[in-house]
């Protein structure tokens, strides 16, 4: 018997039940179609679509708290970009704009920017301040924060 996941989807959030050894087989949404990984950060600047994607997806989440007018935010969003091809289907990767959520940057304690937070399980288990420039290396600190 194979593994069952929940993941959310990254356009309409419904979560779905998807099994592990389907997960790089590019799953669509049971309710909107769409694809479940589409190898791009998705935007949790809602509070409940953050809530819903880190509670719930059983992959871990790797977030990006990131504001508009941060240099080296906006340096290092592209290699962000990139690395959530290489992460995904293994771990969602979102980003949080800072200015537009701002509870959440408050909730999480968010002192500088970029920051990036793995979360697993809807617990925040590491943090990385500061930018990250190049896809390997920010694909590298979040499978190394997994746990094992």
């Known amino acids: 018997m194979s ?9 309409c ?7 592990k050894a389907q997960l ?17 950060p998705v935007a949790l600047d809602d509070e409940a679509a953050f809530e819903r994607h880190v509670t719930r997806s059983q992959i871990p989440v790797l ?4 504001a508009p007018w941060c240099g080296p935010c906006r340096m ?5 970009e990139q690395a959530a091809a290489s992460l995904e289907p293994h ?19 968010i002192r500088s920017i970029p920051t990036l937070a793995l979360f697993v399980d809807g617990r925040e288990v590491a943090r990385q301040p500061g930018a990250l420039t190049s896809p390997a290396q920010i694909a590298q600190w979040a499978r ?3 746990p094992r």
């Open 24 to 40: 790089a087989s590019a799953p669509d949404c049971g309710k909107c179609k769409q694809a479940l990984f589409t190898g791009h």
């Open 76 to 80: 290092m969003a592209p290699a962000y």
């Open 144 to 146: 190394a924060q997994l």
């Open 3 to 11: 593994e069952t996941l929940h993941i959310v989807c990254p356009h």
């Open 63 to 66: 977030v990006d708290f990131w």
């Open 91 to 109: 771990v969602r990767v979102a980003k949080v704009d800072t200015e537009a959520a701002q509870a959440l940057g408050a909730r999480y304690n």
């Open 13 to 19: 959030h419904t979560t779905n039940r998807v099994q």
